[in-house]
Each structure stands twice: as C-alpha cells, then as structure tokens.
C-alpha cells in the first residue's frame, strides 16, 4: 500500500483521457444495459464503460462500479427490475470516470461509497492525463467516497450477503479494490482485469506491470473452477480464462523488463515489437487505450517509473 496525498498529486500524473475521450464519443441515449445472472442474487450488468456487479441481500444491495454518468438512471432501472430494495453500498475499484461516473448520483440515492483511500484523494484532487497532459477536474463533493480504507482486507454487508474487498498495490492503478463474493463464488475485479484486449495500464496513477502479475496471482489463488469472474471490460469469465490472461501478461513483463534492463529506449522497445504474437489475441485497434503500442508504451513507463 502506498499512501498519496493531494500535495504528492500535484506534481503527479494520471492517465484517463482515452476513457474521457471515448465518454465524449458516446450516445448514451442508444446505450442498453445488459443483465446476466450469476445466480445466489449476484448479477453482473453490462452497459458502455467498466463492468457492474450487483449483490441483492434481505434489506439492501451491493453494487460494485457505476460506469458513466449520464447512464445513472438507467442503471438504477435495471437494479430496480432485479430487486425493489435500496443500493446501500457502491463500491469503486479504481478512480477512472467509465467506473465512477456515477457516483454522485448513487450517493445522492442514499449509497455509502466504499473505496482505497487513494481514490478519495485523487477525486478530490482532480488529475493529469500522463500521457496527453489532459487535465479533469475534481469531482463534486457527493462523488467523494466516504467509506475508505488503506491496506483491507475489508468487508462490505447488507443483509445476508458480504463483500469482501481487497487491495492490490500498484496494479491498474495506486488505489485498485477487487471484490469477492464468497457466497456466490463471485470475483469482481476492476480494470485489473480486461478479458478480451490488454489493459490500461495507468502508469502516471501508479500501475505497474509487476503489480498487474502480482495482483492476477493473488485472483487465481482466490478462484477455483466454478468461479464467476467479472472483468472490467470484456465478457464474465473463468478462471482458466484469467490463467490464459495472466501468462500473456507474465510474457509482456518477462520480454519489455528484459529489454528495458539492457538499457533499450522506449523507442527501441517499439521498434522491437516485442508483443508481435500476442498482438493479434489482445490489442484494440491502433490509437485505442489497449493498442500495442500504448500498451509498450505504458508498461515501459511502469518499468521507468519504479520507485
Ligand atoms: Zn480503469
């Protein structure tokens, strides 16, 4: 656990334009959101931006992200169709606006927003995009989380159900929970995980990708056969799906650390196209968050990065 503060934020960098700049794309108007039942009352919900995991207990619910914003009420209509009871807890596995967009409004609604304290600091502050400079601004005071913690393990309850919430140092980012529901054999992961590109690897909010293999040890260790994952981005998975994630992302490690110790530059390491036989599984499309050459670019900085 590595504690920030507002001050250390100033001179510090973080790295979501790519996600505010696909919110800017987005008709939400058009956005669906898509219910699937995890059965034991868990469901994940699906809409535009990170992945949502709902946990109906005797008096209350659980919801873990809240994508965008203006997708607020619809969210709030699908968990109404799932169960009339109130959301008392939301929780956030990271800062990026595609997973606490709705914070505000949820609190507002009379949830209890749980996360690392990294995140309440880094809301509050606002942030710098580390790789376009883009700056957001700190969000409104009914966005902030209030229910905070620094190392966890934590637990969530509502009648009947428990959440248990962990931290993962400098993985995606400073400040990433990840949430197991041990009645329902469910894992919610965050951007820690993305099941069908590689990830986001917020480098300037302190993501390393020696913490991202960290983290996936610690999920597979949690995870047996029949547990449902729920990914950040990308379809509910399985824990042979994170197996297969994880060694793709021990190969990136194990090949840009490898060059970087030789002393390459990062433009060296590109030219290299180190990650040319993952590439055709895992990458978005050239200029996307999850390109390979962002990809290259945000695990050598994580490497360049270390304290
Ligand atoms: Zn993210």
């Known amino acids: 656990m590595k504690r920030i503060t507002a001050a250390a934020l100033a001179g510090a960098a973080a790295l979501f334009a790519g996600v505010a700049s696909a919110q800017q794309g987005v008709d939400f108007s058009k956005v669906e959101i898509k219910t699937t039942d995890l059965g034991n009352k868990t469901y994940m919900l699906e809409g535009q931006g990170g992945n949502i995991t709902v946990a109906v207990g005797t008096d209350g619910i659980i919801m873990v992200d809240s994508q965008f914003a203006p997708l607020h009420d619809k969210i709030k209509a699908a ?16 800062y990026h606006l595609d997973h606490v967009g709705g914070n505000a409004a949820f609190q507002r609604d009379g949830a209890t927003i749980v996360a690392h304290d990294n995140i309440r600091v880094r809301l509050a502050a606002g942030t710098i995009n580390a790789n376009t400079g883009n700056k957001t601004p700190p969000m409104e005071a009914d966005a902030i989380p209030t229910d905070t913690y620094l190392v966890g393990p934590k637990k969530v309850e509502v009648g009947g159900r428990v959440a248990e919430v962990n931290h993962v140092i400098d993985a995606h980012t400073d400040g990433d929970s990840w949430v197991y529901f041990p009645d329902a054999n469910v894992l919610a992961l965050g951007d820690t995980y993305s099941s069908r590109t590689y990830p986001n690897l917020d480098w300037g909010s302190g993501g390393t990708i020696d913490g991202m293999v960290l983290a996936l040890e610690r999920y597979l260790k949690a995870a047996n056969d029949t547990t449902k994952i729920v990914p950040g981005h990308g379809p509910l998975a399985t824990k042979a799906n994170l197996q297969e994630w994880h060694d793709m992302m021990v190969k990136v490690r194990d090949r840009v650390k490898k060059l970087f110790d030789e002393g390459k530059s990062e433009q060296e390491v590109l030219a290299a196209n180190p990650l040319a036989d993952l590439d055709g599984k895992w ?3 050239p200029g996307a968050i999850t390109s390979s050459q962002t990809f290259l670019h945000n695990v050598y900085n994580s490497l360049r990065n270390r304290d």
């Not at 169960?83 to 596995?93: E, F, G, Q, V």
């Open 79 to 94: 968990i109404a169709k799932i169960s009339p009871l109130p959301i008392k807890y939301l929780i956030n596995t990271h």
């Open 283 to 285: 990458a978005g499309p």
